[in-house]
């Protein structure tokens, strides 16, 4: 891969997935926030209650799946800029990268949410959209940077 390919696919993949990253890193504020709110909810009772345990599980689940998720993205970056690193898809992978997946459909901003945004919106687009496009193309080029390799290893 030459240098003008190189410094097209970090654009791609800072387009796509910088403003989730900078979101993730906001999550090291929230999440304990987050998981203090559902701790103190989990005591008290009502409808507006069981409602606002659902928005803290969710943004819980979410910060939780894109987390794992980081680990898998990393190594493929790692596979598609250096030649002599192999990426294999090992199972626990490709649960991580799953769970992120699935954070990035059912999460607060996902096309899937529960809060029903409009599925072209700014946010939707932004932070569920532009990461799984990345994600997939990430995956498609960590899976083709070593075509021999990855048959002789057994993936």
């Not at 894109?66 to 680990?71: F, G, N, R, T, W």
């Amino acid at each position: 891969m030459n240098k003008a390919i190189k410094t097209l696919f970090l654009l791609e993949l800072i387009i796509c997935l910088g403003p989730t990253f900078i979101f993730l890193v906001a999550g090291f504020i929230l999440l304990p926030h987050q998981i203090f709110l559902l701790t103190f909810i989990l005591f008290k009772r009502g409808e507006l209650v069981e409602e606002a345990m659902g928005d803290s599980l969710l943004v819980i689940c979410y910060f939780v799946g894109m987390y794992l998720a980081v680990y898998p993205i990393i190594k493929m970056t790692i596979s598609v800029f250096y030649e002599n690193k192999i990426y294999e898809n090992n199972l626990y992978r490709i649960l991580f990268l799953l769970a992120g997946i699935v954070a990035l459909v059912f999460g607060p901003y996902g096309v899937l949410s529960p809060h029903q945004l409009p599925i072209f919106s700014v946010s939707t687009i932004i932070f569920s959209m532009l990461p799984l496009i990345g994600l997939i193309h990430l995956w498609f080029l960590a899976n083709r940077a070593h075509p021999q390799e990855s048959r002789e290893s057994g993936a």
